[in-house]
Every structure is written in structure tokens, then in C-alpha cells.
């Protein structure tokens, strides 16, 4: 059990009542029945008996401890390191997914609710109407080999982490993202032997090369501490669940943008255009 599993990342649940003599009402019943089962074949989902735990156990790759007491041996700052998945070590335990899950998930239309008309299958289902929003601040990177999560020694572990420098900006980067980019952002201190770090789980609408990933949580850390030892960087963005696309295709020398649009909302693109020339 780990911190992101436990409290950092986060779940969601819906509760829904269904009238199954309805046809869109059996429709959304049956895509997620069908999903869950999806779910359940694929070959890196695995039933938690006494022998799988203990080669979880006896497994290089895991490490079995106490979150509150890390490693004495392991560096202050480890990137998305948990403390529990050992870095740069490959398992054949659970494997590799069978399907893609993004591509196989379920898009749901739900009905509004003052169209919504017990008996009838014929009521329109309603369409997703995006809303062009202004943007109030608006930053870019050419991402290095190490922020594209291809470090170019292959003795190299993935930082999981995205610096956000000043990049060529009209910005301060030791006060812009943590007071103006995500100023609104619901920060936690934590008190550590080199001084504070603040973090936050920002929610953003991400697009990679034009493809619309939905909403994804992103973590943001703030510590003035690093000013002096990561070249005046004091605010990192870890990559997260998009960690994995970043992995499967190298994006180095692309781009990545991030905006702060006026409805508090966030945005982050990759895109392989200079946005300086789109722009």
C-alpha cells in the first residue's frame, strides 16, 4: 500500500439508477458491464491468492516496507520514485496489457435531465459542446531528452518529472508557476530537512499531437530550497499517468505547453509545432 495509492491519486465512483426497460438505460448498463469484464480478462489483472503475494514478496522489483521510514541509502529527491516499485528493474509478474485501455473505454452520452422521459427510448441524447475559453497565462518548453523521459545514457533512470524553467519567457521561474501559473491550485506544505515543499494535484485537459486525452492529475512541487542546486528551477511537474505515453514514443525536441485559461481550468499540449511560430 502506498501514499498514491492510498491518499495522493485519486478515484472516481458513480452512482447511477438505471430503468433496464429503457434502451439507453440498458445501453450505458451493458458498455459498462462489458468494460468491467475487459477489465477482468486482461492478462495483468490478477486474483490476489497466497502465491502471487509471496513472489510479490520475493520479487526484485518490489519493494515490501514502511513509507515512513524510506531508505536511509536513496536520494532526497527521487522524481515519481514511491519507494516501493524499484526504478530501472523489469518483473514478469504481471506482464504487459493485452489492450489498450484508453482506446476500449466506454464513451457514455447521458441524457439531461429535462429530457429524460420515463417509457421513452426516442428522447435525443445530448452532445458535448466545447466552448472556446481565453487563456490568462501561457507558457512553452522544448523539451530536453530528460524532460521527454528518454535520458540519452541508458544508465540513465526517467526523472518522471518535467522542470519548469523560464524557457525563454519574460518570467521570473522561481516565483511565476508557483504564484501566478498555479496560484489557485490547492497547495500542502510538508516541512523537509532542506526546507518546505508544497505540492498540488492539478487536474488538466491534456492533447498530445492534436489527440484529445481527457482530464488528467498532474502533481506540481514547489521548494524555494532547489533554487540554488537546479539552476534557479524551483517548481517541477511530474508526468504521472502520462508518464507511460511520453515512454512508449520519444517526444524529444518537442513541445509542451501549458496554459492557464480564464475559467481557473487547465490545459497541457504536446505538439511537435513551434507554438512561437503557430502563434
Given at each position: ?12 465512483t ?13 445501453q ?28 510479490l514478496?520475493?520479487d526484485?522489483?518490489?519493494?515490501i ?20 516499485t ?31 422521459v ?30 521527454a ?17 523560464q ?32 505540492e ?10 492534436g489527440?484529445?486525452q ?21 517548481t ?35 505538439t ?8
Amino acid at each position: 500500500m502506498t501514499a498514491g495509492g492510498l491518499f495522493n491519486n485519486y478515484e472516481a465512483t458513480l452512482a447511477c439508477d438505471l430503468d433496464l426497460t429503457l434502451d439507453e438505460d440498458q445501453q450505458i448498463y451493458q458498455q459498462v458491464s462489458t468494460w468491467f469484464e475487459t477489465l477482468r480478462s486482461d492478462r495483468v489483472c490478477r486474483l490476489l491468492t497466497t502465491e502471487l503475494l509471496t513472489s510479490l514478496v520475493n520479487d526484485a522489483a518490489y519493494r515490501i516496507g514502511d513509507e515512513d521510514h524510506p531508505d536511509r541509502h536513496q536520494p532526497q529527491e527521487r522524481g515519481d520514485y514511491d519507494g516501493v516499485t524499484l526504478p530501472g528493474l523489469q518483473t514478469d509478474i504481471f506482464g504487459i496489457s493485452s489492450s489498450p485501455k484508453r482506446s476500449l473505454a466506454p464513451r457514455i452520452q447521458a441524457l439531461p435531465s429535462e429530457t429524460r422521459v420515463r417509457g421513452r427510448s426516442d428522447a435525443p441524447t445530448s452532445t458535448r459542446t466545447i466552448t472556446p475559453r481565453r487563456r490568462s497565462s501561457r507558457w512553452w518548453k522544448q523539451m530536453s531528452a530528460a524532460d521527454a523521459q528518454h535520458p540519452r545514457s541508458p544508465s540513465t533512470n526517467p526523472t518522471g518529472s518535467l522542470k519548469l524553467t523560464q524557457a525563454g519567457h519574460d518570467v521570473d521561474q522561481t516565483t511565476f508557476f508557483r504564484y501566478t501559473m498555479f496560484r489557485d491550485a490547492n497547495w500542502v506544505s510538508e516541512q523537509k530537512p532542506r526546507g518546505v515543499l508544497e505540492e498540488a494535484i492539478v487536474p488538466m485537459e491534456v492533447i498530445v499531437e492534436g489527440d484529445d486525452q481527457g482530464s488528467l492529475n498532474f502533481k506540481v512541487d514547489h521548494a524555494e530550497y532547489r533554487i540554488a542546486g537546479q539552476g534557479n528551477v524551483s517548481t517541477w511537474l511530474h508526468w504521472g499517468d502520462l508518464r507511460a505515453t511520453l515512454t512508449r514514443d520519444n517526444f524529444t525536441q518537442a513541445w509542451v505547453i501549458l496554459e492557464r485559461l480564464n475559467d481557473g481550468s487547465y490545459r497541457l499540449e504536446i505538439t511537435r509545432e513551434n507554438p512561437a511560430e503557430a502563434a
